[in-house]
Structure formats: structure tokens, C-alpha cells
């Protein structure tokens, strides 16, 4: 999987970004439903190239599976050909991989691929992750991430000028998503940082943070949501005020979250602050607490395994000592 990824962006470095993109990073479909998988490609002569379709299973090698001729017909590999169909559409410059009556060993992650002209180099697209749930599994109506904001404590921004957003997602499913910052009028994505996702009953949370230095603390930035579930289809932008702001305000502040066209306030106070208790942010904070405890939990057995093991293997290298030391002792005595 690395080694692909490696290999898929240098390729994607080299002859352009842009060429192959997935259009869903995700599709959930039921057993023995069908399901489309889209693949944007940006590349002149597109009625010309072939497209080609690769999966990849946990654990298991890459399978190829199909390709699209210039002329639009399919060609499927032997014995699937109807599981397994493949169309382009020339007016979207867009390719589909169509597969039919989902079992549970569908579940991969799909590929789409093409030969750059004039080379022996192929470019892949960055995946789609097909996830085949059983039929008689309910999600709920919503399961899209639900953000809650975390501003910066005037603490940290008068010791360290800079201040730390972070940002909580939960109740999403499925767990594939990708989180970036951007500042509210700039296309530069920034560099932040992440946890990974983790269950929680039947679906999903994940955290992520950004730590603005002085030069941007007078700015806005916003995190950009990915999700399959997304209202819309739309990439939810979670909009934190200039950490300037944040660090003057003594009463709680007001955060504004972007979904769609609309805001919608919620009341998050500056880490750190004495602040009134509202339920609101009792529960905010009640649930990072949650979270905390897990990792905390995690780490903790994780430790206590580790220290459990070298135990054992100094007991054991202790016993194996005697018990050769005892057989030396017998060897040298019998040969006196």
C-alpha cells in the first residue's frame, strides 16, 4: 500500500497534477446491491486512453480487474463479466467501475489507472474504499461528522504566541474521512496534525488540530471536512475566529460553524478560562474527557504489557542460566 501511494504521487508529480481523481473517497452499499465507483480524469485526449481498474484487499496483492477501450466498450477479465462492468462518460471526462451483487469480499479498495502517453509509466488514482455492510444493518439518518470547536486558552497565546484550534468529529460512519486547514481566504492547505479514527459503539470520532503562530493570529482559518455522509455531498467548513479575538474575550465565545450556505452557533469557551456551567459545554467537555480516558487507558496497558514481557524474559533468561550452570557443574564433576 505505501509502496503504491509512493508511486502514485511521484507519478502524479511528475506529469501533472490532477490527472486521476477519485471522485468519492468512500462508497457504503449493502450485501448484493450494486455500486459505482468514479474516477475524475483531467487529461487531453480522454475519448483516446484507455482507463484500467485495480483493487487492492487488506492484506492481499494488487488484482486487476478491468479496462475501458477508447471506444468506450469494456473489457472484463475472464468469468466476472457480469460483476464487473466499466463505462466512461466523455462529456465529464469522468471513468465508472460498476460492481454488481456485493458479497462481503468486494470490500476493497479500488483503483483507477492509466498509461501515460509515450511512456511505460501508469498513474493511479489516490483509491476509493468500497465498504459492503450487511442488508439487515440500519444506519442512523444522519451520520455525518459532528463537529464540536476547542479555541485556544489566553495562556498558551501569551506564553508561546501561538494558539492551538482543535477540532472534534463524531458520530460519522464510515470511518474513512480526511480533515485539512486552510486559512478562511487562502488555498494553501496548512500543515496540522491528526489522531486516528476510533469506534465508538456503531460509529466514528477523530480528532484534529491546527497551532497558529503570531504571524496568522489575527486571521480566520477553517477546517474542511471530506465525508461520503456530508449534507449534500458538500465539504463541511468549520469556521475558528482570529485567535486575537478569542484571547481578548473573558465571557464565553461565540464559535460559527460552515454547513452549506448557513452558520450555526454553538457556545465553546478558550481552554483554560473559569466560565459559567452551561450544559452545553459540560457535555463538550464531558466527552473530550471520554476520549482522553480511552487513549490514556490504552497507553497505560500498553506500558504495563511491555513491562509484563521483559519481565518474563529476564525470569526466563535467569532459570535457562541456572539450569545450564547446574548441567556445567554435573559434566565437570562426572569427568573428574
Partial sequence: MLLLSGFTFSCLWAFGLGQLEPIEISVTRAVSQSAQISCKVSLEGFD?????WYRQKTNQPFEYLI?????NTHRPLEGI?????????LRTSTATLIINSLKKED??????ALWVESSWIKVFSKGTKLIVIPSDKHLGSDVSPKPTIFLPS????????AGTYLCLLEKFFPDVIRVYWKEKDGDKILKSQEGNSMKTNNTYMKFSWLTVTEDSMDKEHKCIVKHENNQGGVDQEILFPPIDK??????????YLKTENAFTTITINPRGENVNNTTDLEACLEERRDVLQIQVTNTSAFYTYLILFFKSVVHLAFVMFCVFRR????????SS
Avoid at 470490500?107 to 483507477?112: G, L
Avoid at 548441567?327 to 562426572?334: I, N, P, S, V
Wanted: with cysteine; hydrophobic share 35%.
Fill in 48 to 52: 483516446k486512453v484507455d482507463i484500467h
Fill in 67 to 71: 479496462y475501458v477501450r477508447n471506444d
Fill in 81 to 89: 463479466s457480469k460483476k464487473i462492468e466499466a463505462k466512461k462518460d
Fill in 107 to 112: 470490500e476493497a479498495i479500488y483503483y483507477c
Fill in 154 to 161: 489566553v495562556a498558551e497565546t501569551n506564553l508561546h504566541k
Fill in 246 to 255: 478569542v484571547a481578548n474575550i473573558i465571557s464565553p465565545t461565540e464559535a
Fill in 327 to 334: 548441567a556445567a557443574l554435573r559434566c565437570d564433576g562426572q
